[in-house]
């Protein structure tokens, strides 16, 4: 059965801080292209410095990954933390600087997409560094002027889980039309799959495809909602246990707000997951 392929890009830009989270995200597109490719003809490929910037000379290290790297890419995906990064000639780190060059080409052409994610975690007061700190924060506050929305974590699993929805969403949006005469369409506001097949087209064997690709379908779906509801069980627990260390306090308005925002964040993450 002839079949087309449509290749994604994705480049992940971010500081030294988050490593362990691209390494994650590394393993979650593996994942995803083993779930997705064969159905929705869509393959996800991870542009990252570390594997695509080769040895070379420039004014500095930043432009050397501008100039290899490019601005073809389709989604743009941010990670940050407590560390903002190293300044370039041009920005405050180069996670800024990449951002901004994705931020204006999304606005004058439509493209690239742009997903950031923030981890919220502790650090260590040992390794936390204020004034990095601070500018994490700024940025962070900055987006929404800019008409983005960002995702937060608390951990890997928060992570995991965020990002596998975010990335099936974003296989379905690119999905295309496999074959004319098979009439497959997709439903992006659905995120599932509708099909329009012609019996007459089809044999055995293609029936035997089908089913075996929808049921791929239907276990990375399952399998997302599944670490989500134990995700969001945990994240209940525990702000049912911040409240219970309140008792018998004044908590001041601040505390209350945050911990009402946060039970709040926690069911919308939910929610858009699902």
Not at 219 to 233: D, H, K
Request: hydrophobic letters at 40%; one cysteine or more.
């Amino acid at each position: 059965m002839t079949r087309k392929s449509t290749v994604i890009q994705l480049f992940v830009a971010s500081p030294s801080d988050v490593q362990r989270e691209r390494d994650l995200l590394e393993s979650i597109v593996t994942e995803l292209n083993q779930a997705w490719s064969r159905s929705l003809g869509v393959t996800f490929e991870l542009v990252r410095w570390e594997t695509c910037v080769r040895p070379a000379l420039g004014s500095d290290p930043q432009s050397i990954i501008n100039e290899q790297i490019g601005d073809e890419y389709d989604v743009f995906i941010g990670i940050l933390w407590g560390y903002f990064g190293t300044l370039t000639p041009r920005a405050m780190s180069g996670t800024l600087e990449e951002f901004e060059r994705a931020y204006k080409r999304s606005k004058s052409t439509g493209a690239p997409e742009v997903m950031f994610y923030f981890k919220d975690a502790p650090i260590a007061p040992s390794k936390m560094d204020p004034v990095q700190l601070q500018q994490v924060q700024s940025f962070r506050a900055s987006l929404p002027e800019k008409g983005s929305i960002y995702s937060t974590f608390e951990d890997e699993f928060g992570f995991q889980t965020s990002l596998r929805a975010h990335l099936a969403a974003l296989a379905q949006k690119f999905s295309i039309v496999i074959t004319p005469a098979r009439n497959i369409t997709f439903t992006e506001t659905a995120c599932i799959e509708s099909t329009s097949l012609d019996v007459e087209d089809l044999g055995f064997l293609d029936y035997v495809e089908l089913y075996e690709s929808r049921m791929a379908d239907l276990t990375t779906i399952l399998t997302v909602i599944s670490n989500a509801t134990v995700r969001v069980g945990q994240q209940i627990n525990q702000r049912t246990q911040e409240i219970a260390d309140l008792q018998g306090q004044r908590p001041d308005t601040a505390t209350t707000r945050r911990l009402v925002k946060r039970a709040a964040d926690d069911m919308d993450a939910y929610a858009n997951i699902l």
